[in-house]
């Protein structure tokens, strides 16, 4: 309908008074509806600001329901896990902050055993009442324990904490009477970029999928103590953990080759303590600083070129004359030296190779 044309035709049809009295209407009608209208929006105004209001009190409430939370779960977690424990058993805040409790250590020292309950049912028990979730430190000590079921309740509680994301530290030492597998599956494919610290001792680790599958790519600590794995297999862990910085291999049995790859650009302290079957160490990582070696075999040790090597201890791997002879030409920068080599006679002439070392030792 077109509104002007009628109005026009409208207009056109009252005399001049009806013409003044529509005007006079129109104008009032206009002032109502300017009226209505800001009234309409003051009330919405002033609903909008009671609502921000309330939502601004419940926004602070919340933060402060949560800031509190936090002080309370960073109290927490600065307690042993025994009193932790205890704490959650006579307070409501730290009863709930136990469920998130950060640093889980089991062993003899630190889980009470009421009524001689056994060790494994007692961090069950335990395991059962944790959420899971913001768990920093797992170390779980069984070398005491002898309940053949140990490996079924292993599965279910590596399950629960090592995916959980945000753990840092894992140490898990088996009782050595029992042959057990270090459930690999658990570092497999899932996003372990938080942890950085892996210790393992008295279990075997068989990682059996190509490499790349290991998420460990912050990983700068790594033990291995006792543990069945051979060399090919720690070619697979080195694959994924080239942050690597520190790492120590203590009486593996099964490694008769050892391969320290280019790739492990950060590492800086290696270890490698009696590996009965070692019969072969090469190393291609450039940047190693200290080296601790000891063995009662005859072991092959190529040290590639380690330029930055300054301390070195050696027990028994080769003859003594050969080691020295080499140690001269490709650690220049040697600072501190142990050498320890029962079967030969102790030489001058072999030490002066070192001369300007600041400390050497021969025996």
Known sequence: MDFPRRRAELLATLSSEGRATYEV?????????????????????????????????????????????????????????????RAACVSHAFRSSWKCYPNLIFNIQTIVLPNGMDFTYRVDYILKNHSGIGVKTFELDLSCCYNPNVYRYLHRWLNKIVVTPGIEKLTLVMPEREAVSFPCHVLFNRDGSSMWYLHLAYCAFHPTVSPGCLRLTCLTVLHLECVRITGDELGYVFSSCVALERLELSRC???????????????????????????????EAPNIYRFRFITFGQVEVSLGQSLRLKNLEMFDCRPLCYALEELASIAPNLETFSIYSPREVYSKTLCDLFLGREVGNVL
């Open 25 to 85: 209407l129109r104008a009032q009608l206009a002032r109502d509806v300017d009226r209505c209208f800001a009234e309409s929006k003051a009330r919405l105004e002033k609903g909008m600001e009671a609502a921000l209001g309330d939502l601004h009190t419940k926004l602070d409430r919340t933060i402060g329901d949560l800031r509190q939370k936090d002080i309370w779960c960073h109290i927490h977690s600065l307690m042993t896990l025994r009193d932790a424990a």
């Open 253 to 283: 049995f099964d490694i008769t080759c050892l391969k320290i790859p280019f790739q492990l650009q950060r590492l800086s302290n290696l270890q490698v303590l009696i590996c009965p079957k070692l019969r072969m160490i090469k190393i």
